[in-house]
């Protein structure tokens, strides 16, 4: 019998095996090296987490043909030498917040509005039920990738970004 082996592991290991083979046939010693190795490899990817670039928190107002956008999005896409993630959120009542979780990095972005209006039909979503169909009202040159709309994150102060969108 292996004495590497402890003795409550014995009865798991077959009996037909040579003695020098049991050890690594034991259910109990295979397990706990294998119970470490991921514990190792999660609290490497949990140390990872919190690297990286620093965030900025970014808000503003938009407003298109001088009302507010009552209901939108808005997203900061990186441009020229900015790495960092496509990051965006809702606008309500002509308002938008993007925290620090929420991850803009500091450089230039590009940024993508979108502002919903209703079209006064209706279509049906996912599950059948009847909703009011709404459609984008800003023109391209503020809406997705021809948006002409930059702005710069900075490492200091505050992230004000207010918009005051005019119809072309």
């Known amino acids: 019998m292996d004495r590497s082996c402890r003795p409550s592991h014995q009865r798991n290991v077959a009996p037909t095996l040579p003695v020098r083979d049991r050890h690594t046939t034991c259910a109990g010693c295979f397990v706990l090296p294998v119970r470490l190795a991921f514990l190792l490899a999660g609290a490497l990817m949990a140390g990872c987490s919190g690297s990286g670039p620093e965030r900025y928190e970014v808000s503003g107002s938009v407003t298109f043909a001088g009302a507010k956008v009552a209901e939108g ?47 006064g ?17 800003l023109p391209p040159k503020y809406s997705g990738k021809t948006s002409e709309l930059v702005v710069e994150i900075k490492t200091r102060g505050k992230n004000v970004f207010d918009f005051d969108l005019k119809v072309p």
């Open 121 to 137: 039909e209706q279509v049906a979503n996912m599950g059948g039920q009847m909703i009011d169909n709404k459609a984008n009202e």
């Open 73 to 119: 999005t808005i997203a900061l896409v990186p441009i020229e030498n900015t790495e960092g993630p496509k990051v965006g959120t809702n606008i309500q009542q002509g308002q938008y917040h993007i925290d620090r979780s929420g991850r803009p990095v500091a450089g230039r972005h590009r940024v993508e509005i979108s502002s919903f209006r209703k079209t």
